[in-house]
Every structure is written in C-alpha cells, then in structure tokens.
C-alpha cells in the first residue's frame, strides 16, 4: 500500500517538475534559447499550457491518493468483517464444515472438531469421505456427481438426517443442512450440522 501512495505523490511531484523539465528539454535538445529563459517563458499560451498540464499532473496525483486511501479503507472493513463472520462461525453451537466441488474439507469450526473429534488442522484438505461410513460413501460420490451434472439435489437447503463416522471409528447420528454456492465459477458446500438426540 505504501508503493501506491508514492506512486499517487510521484502525481504531484511531476506536476511540479514540469516547468523546468520543459524548460531544459527546449534549451538543451532543441537549442532554443537559455534555460532561465526558457523557464520564465513571457507568452501567454505557453504559460497556460505548462498550468494546464502541470495541474493535470497534480489533479491525478490527489484523485489516485484518494483512491487508494478509499480502497484501503474498504479492505480493513471487508478484513475486519471476515475475521467477525469466522468468528461467529467458530462459535456457533452447530457444527460448521465446508467442501469444494471435489469433496475437499474447505472449512471446519470448533464444534465440528467437538462433534467429530478431529482437530481442524488435521482434516483441512481431507477428502469429506473421512467422516461418512463406509456404508454411505457410494450415496455421497453418486449424489455429488448428479448435482453437478443436472443441478439438482434432493438433500440441499433442508433438514437430512444421516449418519456420520467420529475420529474414533464410531458412528453417530446426525441432522444436517446443506446449501451450495458458486464462487469465482467453483462450486462449493456448506452445511450446519447437530448430533440427533432423538430418533427421527
């Protein structure tokens, strides 16, 4: 950020140079009068040229610091609204995992790893297969590769109720919901999921 704000002051910088840049460039390549001269030019159109260009400079060096300032800005607030929505997802009594369209773990909350018993390090980047018994694995592949043929997905945006394999190597009943979104054209899942505490 700070190399942009010196590009935006180097504006402001030429602007001001101008004159006696000109001023040389007359005097020492096109032989045209002395250099003093040459900078306190008398003619009118040459004086209001050199103001014109000078405060085009200048113009654009104070709009591309505002700019760049405003852009700063609106990064801190997107910054600080990300760590607040991670935040609120890492203490959310429901358990929280994400996956890409390949069924890798994107994303896993602090109740997931109570829920599951693994910790958040040790499953990023793990295929979703590690918690879905053996039995149901198929249903998961089969329904994915459906979903991203046609759309459609008869578990999406309510209440499913399955089963789930802990850490341990034990099953566990649970209630989840699940909701796709499409980021930067990639396909991705997340869902919210409690421990059953009852038969369904």
């Given at each position: 950020?700070?190399?942009?704000?010196?590009?935006?002051?180097?504006?402001?910088?030429?602007?001001?140079?101008?004159?006696?840049?000109?001023?040389?460039?007359?005097?020492?390549?096109?032989?045209?009068?002395?250099?003093?001269?040459?900078?306190?030019?008398?003619?009118?159109?040459?004086?209001?040229?050199?103001?014109?260009?000078?405060?085009?400079?200048?113009?654009?060096?104070?709009?591309?610091?505002?700019?760049?300032?405003?852009?700063?800005?609106?990064?801190?607030?997107?910054?600080?609204?990300?760590?607040?929505?991670?935040?609120?997802?890492?203490?959310?009594?429901?358990?929280?995992?994400?996956?890409?369209?390949?069924?890798?773990?994107?994303?896993w909350n602090l109740s997931a790893?109570?829920?599951?018993?693994?910790?958040?390090?040790?499953?990023?980047?793990?295929?979703?297969?590690?918690?879905?018994?053996?039995?149901?694995?198929?249903?998961?592949?089969?329904?994915?590769?459906?979903?991203?043929?046609?759309?459609?997905?008869?578990?999406?945006?309510?209440?499913?109720?399955?089963?789930?394999?802990?850490?341990?190597?034990?099953?566990?009943?649970?209630e989840l919901v699940v909701t796709?979104?499409?980021?930067?054209?990639?396909?991705?899942?997340?869902?919210?999921?409690?421990?059953?505490?009852?038969?369904?």
């Amino acid at each position: 950020m700070l190399k942009l704000l010196n590009l935006a002051h180097l504006g402001i910088l030429i602007g001001i140079l101008y004159w006696p840049a000109e001023a040389m460039i007359h005097s020492f390549i096109f032989k045209n009068g002395h250099f003093i001269d040459n900078l306190y030019h008398s003619d009118a159109n040459e004086i209001w040229m050199r103001i014109l260009i000078s405060s085009m400079f200048i113009g654009f060096g104070i709009y591309a610091r505002k700019s760049v300032l405003h852009q700063q800005h609106l990064q801190e607030h997107l910054d600080k609204e990300r760590k607040r929505l991670h935040q609120i997802i890492d203490s959310s009594y429901d358990a929280y995992i994400s996956i890409d369209q390949h069924s890798i773990i994107t994303g896993w909350n602090l109740s997931a790893e109570k829920l599951f018993g693994w910790p958040k390090p040790h499953i990023m980047g793990k295929k979703l297969d590690v918690i879905i018994p053996t039995l149901l694995r198929h249903d998961h592949h089969k329904g994915m590769q459906h979903y991203q043929q046609t759309s459609i997905g008869p578990w999406l945006y309510k209440p499913v109720y399955t089963k789930a394999l802990h850490h341990d190597g034990f099953e566990l009943a649970i209630e989840l919901v699940v909701t796709p979104i499409t980021s930067d054209g990639e396909q991705e899942f997340f869902a919210f999921i409690r421990e059953q505490t009852s038969k369904r």
